[in-house]
C-alpha cells in the first residue's frame, strides 16, 4: 500500500515537472516568435499593404517626436493614443523610435521646431523632416512616403494655349491630381516654351496636355529636342485636334484613330457609353498589383505605326472589347455602323521605353485628358492608376503600391420596430423566461 501511495506521488511530480517545462516552453516560444491576428471587419487594427510597403522602402532609423501635453479636454490621454497608433508601424519596423515633449513645460524646444498645435508630430529620417497635425495612417504613411524620396522630382507641364494646370481648380484642370503628386513628395511647375530656351535638364518627367490654340513651331521644336535628348513623357491627349503636335506624334510613331470610343460595358453599369472603362491591364510595372476599375471619359483610340522599330512598347489599358470607334455624332442609344465605325477592342493607354543616351528613356501617352480632370478623377481608380504612372516615368518603382482599402462602415442602424422589438424582448420576455424556468425547477423539487 505504502509502496503504490509513493508511486502515485512520484507519478504527480513527474506530471507536474513535465506542465511546469512545456508552459515555460510556450512562454519562450511565445515570447520570440510573436502571432498577432487582426480579426475586426474594417482591419482598424494593422497597416495597410501600402503603408508597410513604404516601410520597406526606409532602411535606417525613423525619428518620431510628438509635442503634446500629458492630458487633453476631448481627447483625454493623448500619449497613450500615440503610442498605441505607433506600435502598429512599429511592429513592421521596430527602429521606429517615439519621443514625446511637453510644449508646456519646454516651450523653447516647440519653437524651435515650429510646432503649431498640441499633438503635432515631427517625423524625421536621413536628414529630412516632415510635420503632421492630423494623427492617422494617411497622414503619416503619407509623410514616410515623401521622406522615401531620395530628392524632390520636378513635374513640369507646357503652358499658355490653354492647357489643363497640374495647380487648377476648373473642371478640366488636374488640380486633384497635381495635390495627391505633391502628397506624394513631387514638386509641380508651369513651363513657358516662347520664354524658356529649352525644357530644363532637372526635369524628371513632363506632362504634355491637349492645347486650345496652335503651339508655335518653335514651341514644338523644344518638344521634339526634349524627347530627343531622353526625356521622360506623360502625354494626355484628347479626340481633338493636335494644334501643332503632329510632329510629336510622329516622333514617337503613333497612329491616333479618329473619333471617341463607345463601350456598352459602361452602358451596362448606367454610365454614358462614351465613357470608356479600363477593368483588365497588361503586366507592367505601372500596373503591378493594380485591380481598380478605371473611366476614360471621350477617349481617343491609340495605336502604333506598322514601321516604329524604336519603341518597346506595351498596352497599359485596353477597353471596349465589345465596343467601337466611332467619330459620328452619336445619339442617345449608339449602335455600331460597320460602315463607318471602327470594332473594338480599342488601346486607350501605351507606355514607350527605349536606350538612348546611355539612359533609360519612358514615355506614356493616355487617349484621355479627362481621365485625370478635377471633375473625373475621383471615379475607380484613376487617380490611383495615374499616380504609378508618375511614378514609373520618374525611375521610382519602388513608390508603386497598391492602394488603400476602403473602410467598412461598422455602425449598426435599427428601425424603430427594431428597437421597439429589442426592448419588450429585454424588458418583459426574457424576465418572464427566468421567472418560468424558475418555478419550473421549484415544482420538481417539490414533487
Known sequence: MRFLSAKLLLKNLVFSALLI????????????????????????????????????????????????TREDAEMGDIRKLVRDFVSLYQRYKPDITLAFVDPAQHPDEARKANIQANGEMLVEYAGRSEHITLLNE???????????????????????????????????????????LQQNGYRIGSLNLTIAQDVPQNVSTLIITQPQIDMLPGEVDKL?????????????????????????????????????????????????????????????????????????????????????????????????????????????????????DVPGPATIALALQRDINDRDQRIIVVGSGNFLANTY????????????????????????????RATKDGAVVLSKTQLSFISIGFVVAVPLLLVLTGGIFWWRRRQ
Open 224 to 340: 521634339l529636342r526634349y524627347v530627343d535628348s531622353g526625356g521622360n513623357l506623360l502625354w494626355l491627349l484628347d479626340a481633338e485636334p493636335l494644334h501643332g503636335l503632329e510632329p510629336l506624334a510622329e516622333k514617337l510613331g503613333l497612329a491616333l484613330t479618329p473619333g471617341i470610343v463607345i463601350d456598352p460595358a459602361a452602358e451596362e453599369m448606367r454610365a454614358p457609353a462614351n465613357w470608356a472603362l479600363g477593368a483588365g491591364y497588361s503586366p507592367h510595372a505601372v500596373t503591378h498589383n493594380f485591380n481598380l476599375i478605371t473611366v476614360f471619359p471621350f477617349a481617343r483610340a491609340l495605336g502604333l505605326e506598322e514601321n516604329n522599330s524604336d519603341w518597346q512598347h506595351t498596352t497599359l489599358v485596353e477597353a471596349a472589347p465589345r465596343g467601337w470607334v466611332s467619330s459620328r455624332a452619336q445619339a442617345d442609344k449608339p449602335r455600331f455602323d460597320k460602315n463607318h
Open 138 to 180: 494617411p497622414s503619416l504613411s503619407g509623410a514616410l512616403l515623401r521622406l522615401a524620396h531620395g530628392k524632390d522630382k520636378l513635374l513640369m507641364y507646357p503652358d499658355g494655349h490653354g492647357e489643363r494646370k497640374l495647380d487648377g481648380i476648373a473642371n478640366h484642370d488636374l488640380g486633384e491630381f497635381g495635390k495627391k
Open 377 to 404: 478623377s475621383g471615379n475607380g481608380g484613376n487617380l490611383d492608376l495615374g499616380i504609378n504612372m508618375v511614378n514609373w516615368l520618374a525611375n521610382e518603382e519602388k513608390l508603386i503600391s497598391i492602394q488603400p
Open 21 to 68: 517545462a512545456a508552459a515555460v516552453a510556450l512562454y519562450q516560444f511565445a515570447a520570440h516568435h510573436s502571432l498577432q491576428r487582426d480579426i475586426t471587419q474594417s482591419a482598424s487594427n494593422s497597416l495597410e499593404d501600402s503603408s508597410v510597403e513604404v516601410l520597406q522602402q526606409l532602411p535606417g532609423e525613423v525619428k518620431l517626436t510628438v509635442y503634446s
